[in-house]
T-cell receptor, first 115, second 116 residues
Framework: AQSVTQLGSHVSVSEGALVLLRCNYS??????LFWYVQYPNQGLQLLLK??????LVKGINGFEAEFKKSETSFHLTKPSAHMSDAAEYFC?????????????FGQGTELSVKP | DAGVIQSPRHEVTEMGQEVTLRCKPI?????LFWYRQTMMRGLELLIY????????DSGMPEDRFSAKMPNASFSTLKIQPSEPRDSAVYFC??????????????FGPGTRLTVL
């Protein structure tokens, strides 16, 4: 069965610093991979996704993620954090050949940005 | 477009009462999802509809939970009778594609349910 592990339930960075949120997955085949963001008291919003093709994926708000098959990872990065990036971030995996392709979410990583 | 609309935003009820959560998906979207979010279990898919038909309800916890989608613009999630362990945030999401798992899902703001 697929699973997603997000390393670190809470990450704190200073404004302007690099953001790195880690995500590792387990899947018997290369899956589809997603990052969603949840701002306080709101629903989730898609940041970016990888399905096929280029392994470096660019998303909204300056975020990007790289699919590394050899490391079974899909880490999320942003070169310079902004106060407005403070939110909870969810990595998710989907494999249409397993479990009908439903999204399996990680436990989430809460990002804090210090002034 | 107004996005996915959920009501109520907050619901407080007593154990044993019936609870009905409502969702209006984005117009033109073919797929609708109900999720539950708790601290202990994270975000879980409860049920998935495509063209108003339930496709996957394997995540529905037990018979106390039921979901309907009578038309393309409305869905309900009902809990009867409710229990304290049902306390959670319930999200509705919709998606344009028929094979929707890999398509972008648009989430509503959620309903925060507290069962006393």
């Amino acid at each position: 069965a697929q699973s997603v592990t997000q390393l670190g339930s809470h990450v704190s960075v200073s404004e302007g610093a690099l953001v790195l949120l880690r995500c590792n997955y387990s899947s018997s085949v290369p899956p589809y991979l997603f990052w969603y963001v949840q701002y306080p008291n709101q629903g989730l919003q898609l940041l970016l996704k990888y399905t096929t093709g280029a392994t470096l994926v660019k998303g909204i708000n300056g975020f990007e993620a790289e699919f590394k098959k050899s490391e079974t990872s899909f880490h999320l990065t942003k070169p310079s954090a902004h106060m407005s990036d403070a939110a909870e971030y969810f990595c998710a995996v989907s494999d249409p050949r397993n479990q009908g392709g439903k999204l399996i979410f990680g436990q989430g990583t809460e990002l804090s940005v210090k002034p | 477009d107004a996005g996915v609309i959920q009501s109520p935003r907050h619901e407080v009820t007593e154990m044993g009462q019936e609870v009905t959560l409502r969702c209006k998906p984005i117009s033109g979207h073919n797929s609708l999802f109900w999720y539950r979010q708790t601290m202990m279990r994270g975000l879980e898919l409860l049920i998935y509809f495509n063209n108003n038909v339930p496709i996957d309800d394997s995540g529905m916890p037990e018979d106390r939970f039921s979901a309907k989608m009578p038309n393309a613009s409305f869905s309900t999630l009902k809990i009867q009778p409710s229990e304290p362990r049902d306390s959670a945030v319930y999200f509705c999401a919709s998606s344009l594609a028929e094979f929707a798992y890999t398509d972008t899902q648009y989430f509503g703001p959620g309903t925060r349910l507290t069962v006393l």
